[in-house]
């Protein structure tokens, strides 16, 4: 079987950067991003027994099973590949070091980065995320654009709202879940010849180291 490529594969705690990063290389280079996580949220508001087990898994800030998360990920990337996608980029997977052996496995990646910032950063960027319900932007409240959408205005903050798991309390235990279950990954890969570290948040210049390793 033919590996998968992936350009990045983005590791790290939650809110420190990876999804920005990912959407933004491909908005430079064209790589679209596969996120376990996202895939997941969309999964969630359905009428199945996978939507149950998914919201069961995720209540208390645990992961999903690794044989379903291994399973969207890789339907969703070769989807990608065969649609045309030269590389991918894999935001937040794997989470697990029972994960880490089936990306090994199945997928070529060009880098390891490990997205690297404060804590107290990240749970500030956390608690002041904000969804508009009319045209579903999410942005922060500490620096919101002129517009979160095309046609709906940034000052109306009746149409804000807070993701029912945007609390301190949360991300603290999603921290844990982090450094319990997905630290060893970063442990597993640090000493690889293509691991990269980098504050996503804090390093302004981090666009640019990407795009040129990878241009």
């Known amino acids: ?11 790290g705690p939650p809110a420190s950067g990876k999804g920005t990063m990912a959407s933004k290389i491909q908005e430079n280079l ?17 009428k199945t027994e996978t939507a149950e087990l998914v919201k069961e898994s995720v209540k208390d800030g645990g992961l999903c099973p690794s044989w379903l998360t291994n399973k969207i990920v890789l339907e969703e990337s070769q989807r ?6 030269k590389f991918i980029t894999l ?6 070091l029972d994960q880490l052996d089936f990306l090994l496995e199945n997928f070529d990646i060009k880098y390891f980065l490990h997205s690297a910032t404060h804590y107290m950063t990240m749970k500030k960027l956390v608690v002041n995320r904000r969804n508009c319900q009319n045209c579903k932007t999410v942005f922060s409240c500490l620096k919101p654009p002129v517009k979160c959408g095309i046609e709906c205005q940034i000052d109306d903050s009746s149409t804000w709202e807070t993701r ?3 609390t301190p309390e949360f991300f603290a235990k999603r921290y844990n879940v982090f450094k319990k279950e997905t630290e060893p990954v970063i442990n597993a890969v640090k000493n690889k010849s293509n691991y990269i570290k980098l504050d996503l948040i804090k390093n302004d210049d981090s666009l640019k180291i990407l795009l040129d390793l990878l241009n």
């Open 164 to 166: 029912w798991d945007d």
């Open 30 to 46: 064209g790589y679209p991003s596969v996120s376990p996580g996202n895939i997941f949220k969309s999964i969630r508001d359905q």
């Open 1 to 11: 079987m033919t590996k998968i490529p992936v350009a990045i594969c983005f590791l």
């Open 80 to 85: 990608l590949i065969d649609s045309g996608a």
């Open 91 to 96: 935001d937040g997977f794997p989470r697990t």
